[in-house]
Structure formats: C-alpha cells, structure tokens
C-alpha cells in the first residue's frame, strides 16, 4: 500500500500546494535566492505559524544583524506576534560562537538548545556563513548532518535560509529533502516574484515557476493555476436547460437563453454595448442565481451609474447581496492571484451568473503570454465543474473593420458559445448589430440582430437586414 508521509502547514497562502500539501515532518529543506527575495520573512511566517499551531521553535541565525533590528522589521507584519517571543519562538545567535569556535562549536550548541526546546521546526538563518568556514565539502556535509541528526531524533523539521546559488550537485542538495527557490526578477520594467520547487523528497510538489508577493500579510503564494487545477476540483455536471439572458430578444434568438454552466466569448470594438450587455445579464441575478462583476475597467461607482442609465437596478441587485462587484484596475496585476480571486468569489456565495470584463485583464497581466491557453483552460474548466455560467469580453482592435479575428491562437475552442458585436454605418447612421457565431449544443438564429440600448437596457430588435433591407457583411467565419 502507498504510505503518506505526515506533514505540516507552512501557513503561506499556496505554499503548502506547491509542496503537495505542505512540508513533510522531519524533514529537512533549503530555501534559498538573493538578497531582498523574502528568505528571512518567509522563514519568520513559516515559525509564527508554527508557534500558533501550539508547537515549539528554535530560531537559530548566523547573521551579524542583532534580533532587535530583525524584530523591528518583522513588527510592521501581521504575522508577528511579540508576545510569542521567548516562548513558543526562541531566537539564538551563534554568529559569535561560529566566528571565534567553528562550526563544530556551533553544532555542540544546537545540540543543547534542540534538547532544551523541545522544538518541533529549526529555522537556521545564514547558510551561506556556515559554508565560507568550512574548509572542504565533507565538512559541509558533516555540519548538516549533524544538524540533521539533532532533528530527527526529537521529529525536528529543518530550514536553512542561504544567499547563495546552491547548484545540484553541492553538498548541502544532497543531503537535505527538498530545495525552494525565491527568485526577484526584472521582466521589463516591473519587478515580479517567483519560486520554484527544485526539490521535494516524498512529495508530488508542482513544478515550474509560480508568483508570490509580499505585502504587510507577508508571503503569498500563488500556484499556476494550469498546474494546481490541471484537472477541475469537482466533476462538471452541465444542465441542458438555458438560462435565460436577461436581455430582451437575445433568448428566442439562442434556443432559450445561455446554456447553463457554459462560458461566453463576447467580441467586439469600443462602444459597441459589450458592458452594456454584461449588465443586463447580471440584472437578472437572484438570490437563487447570484451574479458576480469581475471586471478591469470601471470602478463599481461607474458601473452602478451606467446600469441606472439603462434603467437597470444593478444597485438594488448589490445592496440585495444578488450581485457583488469586484474590481482590480489595470495596473500591475498578477495573473495567478487574480485567477484564485475570481475562484475563491464564485466559491464564496455559489456565483452561477459571471460577467468578466474583459479578458484581456488577464492578458495584460501574464508575464509570460504563452501559457495564456493553459491559463484559460484549466480557468473555464473549473468554472464549468462549479455550475458557473460565464459571460466574458474581448476587445477587438478595429472599430469598423470587417475582418474577425479570434483573440488568440487555440482560445477559441476551449468557450462554448461565440458572440460578436459590431457597429455599421448605414446612410450616415452607426448601427449596433450582434451576431451569434456559435451556441454549445443549441440551435441558434445566426443572422446578424439589430440591437438598441436606450432608457431600458439592451435588447435586440429582429433581424438586421429584414428591417434595413441592407447587408451587414458581418455573417463570415470566424478567423483563427
């Protein structure tokens, strides 16, 4: 039979994902990048929380830097607790010990405080410092197992904190169970955060990079959603009866509505009543049907305002707990921990009606545009196993052009149903028209609808050419 090996939580948000459910006990890990990467306070969070789970830590450094200089930094963190200090977390400095006695020195001391403790976690800051006394790799070795040693026979987890690159075949890699790297990076001209688990000994860890931040929480983790949801959480269970849109005429156009637990692609230029017809369709959210605003670009003020002008109660719907507002603007985001907000909202008050608006937040965020596919697929997978149905917009570059373009290679595919909006200028007069390209497993009318959006909402008026008796030009393929 497989056995499971037992663990702890690190208490960093993500962390124990990446690691496959936290740190195994007893064992032993580096954690190591450049200055400034977050080694010191992701150490400090990992034995805070730690101390608050009831158990015992040893707190050794190798710095120079006094630990009243260490608390003043760490007291501008929630995480830190003071009254824990000298209790559940004892911090020990034995930069003078290994400066005038050497590392054997220092082992005799560990030694003691381990017994004396009792502690459950070892944080021993400044591996590097260990490493320039040693005079060869046997004695690195040596330290480490006699560090170790001193952990496991009282059920000790270790970490040790290091500046340094240590590369693969270093002592200190092959002895200890796994490595974490903490990289800070300059990609363009923002900084972004990422760590990497080169190393898990007994654990399934996800591999590749994955965002982290540090902020007065301290550590946030957050996993590549492709790589934690590589499969959705819950087995997708789809309705086959439509959920009604909530926009006059749209329904008898789609064989009822939208179908339920289904994801949306709505494309379009600028003004082309993209938001507007997000809108209606959160109008119709109930308590029964709660709806969610997802969106990039206006504040929750500016939409309350904009649905008042379509005569829509979208107010009403807030103050009612029908509909929540969620609003991150297009600044600097990360891609991961935006995916995990919009997941953790749904997740919260059972959301089945999701505007996104747009996309494209999301492709403004990626560091890395590639894995954009991967990103969106393991997302539209989850929000289908969690009876979402989701609406989300595209921007379209060109306000009048003819020509459709798919908004990106293989994205297309991975939505159920395709709707595209366009403005055309008839006889001195723009025109919105709405086309649908494609609804999953529902008849549907695919000539192009004329659409108003006046006092009371959005709503499609029949067929644009019978009422014009004027070609759209807009029924073409969709290009990939």
């Not at 403790?117 to 021993?124: E, R």
């Not at 903490?182 to 990079?209: F, I, N």
Request: charged share 20%; net charge negative; glycine share 10%.
């Amino acid at each position: 039979m497989t056995q499971t090996l037992p663990r702890f939580s690190t208490g960093i948000p993500g962390l124990d994902t990446v690691f496959g459910g936290g740190f195994v006990e007893g064992a032993s890990y580096i954690v190591q990048g450049q200055p400034g990467a977050g080694k010191t306070i992701l150490g400090n969070q990992i034995a805070f929380a730690t101390a608050a789970a009831g158990k015992k830590v040893l707190y050794v450094t190798l710095l120079a830097e006094t630990h009243d200089r260490l608390f003043q930094s760490l007291s501008t963190l929630s995480f830190f607790e003071k009254d824990r200090l000298g209790s559940n977390i004892v911090y020990v400095s034995v930069f003078q010990t290994l400066a005038k006695e050497g590392l054997g020195a220092v082992v005799d001391l560990l030694r003691k405080e381990t017994k004396r403790q009792g502690a459950s976690l070892i944080v021993f800051d400044g591996l590097l410092n260990a490493r320039d006394r040693a005079e060869t790799d046997l004695d690195v070795k040596t330290f480490v197992a006699e560090v170790q040693s001193q952990a496991a026979f009282v059920g000790c987890t270790v970490l040790f904190l290091t500046s340094a690159g240590v590369h693969d075949d270093s002592p200190e890699h092959t002895m200890v169970d796994g490595v974490l790297e903490l990289h800070d990076e300059l990609v363009g001209v923002r900084t972004v955060r990422r760590l990497r688990a080169r190393k898990s000994r007994g654990s399934a860890a996800l591999g590749g990079y994955h965002q982290y931040e540090i902020s007065n929480e301290g550590i946030s983790v957050f996993p590549r959603i492709e790589a934690a949801l590589h499969t959705p959480s819950a087995i997708d269970k789809p309705d086959p009866k439509p959920l009604r849109s909530g926009i006059e005429g749209f329904d008898e156009i789609t064989g009822g509505g939208l179908p339920q637990g289904s994801i949306t692609l709505l494309i379009g230029p600028s003004g082309c009543g993209k938001t507007s017809f997000g809108l209606n369709f959160l109008s119709a959210s109930s308590r029964e049907e709660p709806g969610l605003h997802f969106g990039f670009y206006e504040s929750p003020e500016r939409l309350l305002l904009k649905a008042s002008a379509l005569g829509l109660d979208l107010k009403g719907n807030v103050e009612s707990e029908e509909v929540e507002i969620l609003w991150q603007p297009l600044t600097e985001n990360l891609i991961d921990k935006m995916a995990y907000r919009l997941l953790d909202a749904v997740s919260a008050r059972g959301v089945k009606r999701l505007f996104i608006d747009s996309l494209g937040g999301f492709e403004r965020a990626a560091v890395h545009p590639p894995r954009l596919v991967e990103f969106f697929a393991a997302l539209t997978n989850e929000l289908r196993a969690m009876g979402v149905t989701a609406v989300g917009t595209w921007e379209l570059r060109d306000l009048f052009a003819s020509g459709v373009a798919a908004p990106g290679p293989e994205i297309s595919s991975l939505l159920d149903n395709l709707i595209m909006m366009r403005q055309v200028e008839i006889r001195s007069e723009y025109k919105r028209v709405l086309s649908v390209l494609k609804i999953r497993d529902q008849s549907f009318q695919a000539a192009p609808q004329e659409v108003y959006i006046d006092g009371h909402g959005l709503a499609i008026r029949g067929q644009f050419e019978q009422a014009t008796g004027i070609s759209t030009g807009l029924a073409k393929p969709l290009e990939a």
